[in-house]
């Protein structure tokens, strides 16, 4: 079965730190891999995703994401945070047979100023 | 930018009672969703929808749920005997017509407490 892991459960970066958050992916066929993000009270938003191509995806926000297909892994980095960034960040693959999104337990992030 | 419009925010219910959660999915979607989330838990797929019927399901979405689209705009889920566990944020997301490249957009959620 696939299944997602976020190793982070909790991260705390001061402002202008640089982020990287784990992600890593059990299925041996072709998969789509998303990062979406949760700000407190809102929806989850997309903040990039990768199908295809180049393993070195950018997204909103600064956001990159760097697909490692020999280490099943897709980590999300942002060179430097800000206190805008504090928020829920969650990893999510979809197999390509089907339509569903298997989500990470997520990682909170608390940026401060 | 588009929205999928879930309501209500929270709902609180008696353990057994139906409950039905709402959404609005953007009007131009054909494709619709219910994930949910249980506190300190990953967001769980129920169940995928489209033209009128179910398209997938996991193991979660048993007899007691079922989903509707009763008028074209709206997409239902509900519980029809809610039990202590079904506690958590219920998600509705829907993705335009064509590959499953295209985007998917939440809402807000429903907060549901059994009680």
């Known amino acids: 079965a696939q299944s997602v892991s976020q190793h982070n459960h909790h991260v705390i970066l001061s402002e202008a730190a640089s982020l990287e958050l784990g992600c890593n992916y059990s299925?041996?066929?072709?998969?789509?891999l998303f990062w979406y993000v949760q700000y407190p009270g809102q929806h989850l938003q997309l903040l990039l995703k990768?199908?295809?191509?180049?393993?070195l995806v950018k997204g909103i926000k600064g956001f990159e994401a760097e697909f490692i297909k020999s280490k099943f892994s897709f980590n999300l980095r942002k060179p430097s945070v800000q206190w805008s960034d504090t928020a829920e960040y969650f990893c999510?693959?979809?197999?390509?047979?089907?339509?569903?999104?298997?989500f990470g337990t997520g990682t909170r992030l608390q940026v401060f100023p | 930018e588009p929205e999928v419009t879930q309501t209500p925010s929270h709902q609180v219910t008696q353990m057994g009672q139906e409950v039905i959660l709402r959404c609005v999915p953007i009007s131009n979607h054909l494709y619709f969703y219910w994930y949910r989330q249980i506190l300190g838990q990953k967001v769980e797929f129920l169940v995928s929808f489209y033209n009128n019927e179910i398209s997938e399901k996991s193991e979660i979405f048993d007899d007691q749920f079922s989903v509707e689209r009763p008028d074209g705009s709206n997409f239902t889920l509900k519980i029809r005997s809610t039990k202590l566990e079904d506690s958590a944020m219920y998600f509705c997301?829907?993705?335009?017509?064509?590959?499953?490249?295209?985007?998917?957009?939440f809402g807000s959620g429903t907060q549901l407490s059994v009680l």
């Open positions: 999510a693959v979809r197999s390509d047979n089907t339509d569903k999104l298997i």
């Open positions: 997301a829907s993705r335009m017509v064509g590959s499953t490249n295209e985007k998917l957009f």
């Open positions: 299925y041996g066929g072709t998969v789509n």
């Open positions: 990768y199908f295809s191509g180049d393993p």
